[in-house]
């Protein structure tokens, strides 16, 4: 049997105010006949699941919704001051010009499907 808990708070860090506070807890076991031919689970895939029922159940509480970004990136050095900014610009635009961003968007898609409980944070 394995059984995992977690207390997850939300703090607001400019007044130091808990706005959300909750304890999450889940538990997997497993059990086998001698006749089954399956055997019993190994401790930690059960401790695997268990953490993985918990972390589903808070991305649920606290992150339900998927927020979609528009960006529109800038094409030239206007308004930019300083040479250095501006050099780093130019760089940071010519590497951006060069990127495929549909295939990057469907590949982070992919990459968060497949790795939910890491990725759910990340938005594209």
Do not use: H
Request: a negative charge; glycine letters at 4%.
């Amino acid at each position: 049997m394995a059984i995992f808990s977690a207390t997850v708070k939300v703090i607001n860090v400019e007044s130091a105010v808990v706005v959300y506070s909750a304890d999450y807890s889940s538990s997997e076991s497993s059990e086998s006949c001698l006749d089954s031919g399956s055997p019993v689970r190994a401790s930690l895939e059960l401790m695997s699941l268990a953490q993985e029922k918990v972390l589903e159940n808070i991305m649920r509480d606290i992150l339900p919704y998927n927020l979609l970004l528009r960006i529109v990136l800038m094409e030239d050095t206007d308004g930019i001051k300083g040479g250095n900014f501006v050099d780093k610009f130019t760089s940071a635009l010519e590497f951006a010009k060069k990127i495929d961003w549909i295939e990057a968007v469907n590949y982070g898609k992919i990459y968060m499907k497949k790795n939910q409980k890491v990725c759910r944070l990340i938005t594209i």
